[in-house]
């Protein structure tokens, strides 16, 4: 019995030694390490920053798609020429499929107006350096926001004056399909 309780003993006071001559987290024998870079700040999005395009922009899905490192969001690199009415562009972009991947849907109005970029000079407002295709100016784009106290519209954003407005369901504008973040902003859309 006494051997027992001298080995239990034995390794108790080797176990404190060790403590004593084992450097703490974050330090070496030497001293401290150097702080590491905090990975998780590489990568998207990064709100706290305002990024140049040519560091913002990322084409993904083998050029299908556009990553905005500041907001995470993917876009489509290419928006459709054509029009629809809100319930066909709502449709268009769930049953989209870009780059092998489908998941897409009609972004919300603070999805779209984070492309809104004032001190633009390419004549659309948009990041100068961009690398999306044509961004069609005649009509507006729609969003999944609805316009407020009017069940029967839904918000829009116009990429040549910057302008967000409201209109009726059944106009006919642009579709800009983003993958990634809220598809809408929970309320009943008719």
């Known amino acids: 019995m006494r051997k027992i309780r001298f080995s239990v003993v034995g390794a108790v006071i080797v176990f404190a030694v060790s403590l004593l001559f084992t ?31 040519n560091l913002r922009f990322e084409l993904v899905l083998n050029g299908a798609g556009v ?5 995470g969001l993917v876009w489509q690199q290419s928006p459709f020429n054509s029009i629809w009415t ?4 709502r449709a268009e972009c769930n049953l989209l499929e870009i780059g092998g991947r489908m998941g897409w ?3 919300t109005v603070e999805q ?10 390419s004549g659309k407002m948009v990041p100068d350096g961009h690398p999306f295709g044509l961004i069609w100016g005649r009509y507006p784009y729609w969003t999944a926001s609805p316009y407020p106290g009017a ?12 302008e ?24 009943p859309l008719y």
């Open 23 to 53: 450097p703490a987290p974050g330090r070496t024998a030497e001293g401290v390490n150097p702080p590491s870079p905090p990975i998780l700040d590489n990568l998207p999005p990064t709100w706290s920053k305002a990024l140049p395009a």
């Open 67 to 71: 990553l905005d490192k500041e907001t």
């Open 86 to 89: 809100y319930q066909g562009a």
């Open 105 to 107: 849907h009609l972004p």
């Open 112 to 121: 779209l107006t984070s492309l809104i970029d004032r001190s633009s000079t």
């Open 151 to 162: 069940p029967w519209a839904a918000l829009q954003v116009n990429f040549v004056t910057g």
């Open 164 to 187: 967000v407005a409201g209109a009726p369901m059944y106009n006919e504008y642009h579709v800009w399909c983003v993958r990634g973040g809220q598809s809408h902003t929970g309320e």
